[in-house]
């Protein structure tokens, strides 16, 4: 699985971004898509995603970014994106796309991860 990032740079505070995704390769197996972000000295933390299974999509955003952000995919579920607005200084951070294989092997889930090469946002006041 190969994943294709775009958008970020820099961001007045208040402002917008859109950050797109494109996967490619074999992602059949690819049930969950989203942003995750790794400001500097911090441990990698997710933003929004998607998680599709056997009821539809179920969409995830971390309490830091809920009612200022939107993840969306195309019906080809091959590109995500996500929009963030309202930014402020705390959402600089690399962000990064990924792309997980989520199963369940003997009661237990499993989720194998596919990550971009990540793109800098950085906000400033």
């Known amino acids: 699985v190969y994943l294709v990032e775009s958008g970020g740079g820099l961001v007045q505070a208040g402002g917008s971004l859109t950050l797109s995704c494109t996967a490619s390769?074999?992602?059949?197996?690819?049930?969950?898509m989203g942003w995750y972000r790794q400001a500097l000295g911090n441990k990698r933390e997710l933003v929004a995603e998607?998680?599709?299974?056997?009821?539809?999509?179920?969409?995830d955003y971390a309490d830091s970014v809920k009612g200022r952000s939107t993840i969306f995919r195309d019906n080809a579920k091959t590109t995500v994106t996500l929009q963030l607005s309202s930014l402020k200084a705390e959402d600089t951070a690399v962000y990064y796309c990924n792309a997980g294989d989520i199963s369940v092997v003997a009661g237990h889930r499993m989720r194998e991860n596919y990550w971009g090469q990540g793109t800098q946002v950085t906000v400033s006041s």
């Open positions: 390769g074999r992602f059949s197996s690819i049930n969950a």
């Open positions: 998607i998680i599709s299974d056997e009821n539809g999509d179920n969409v």
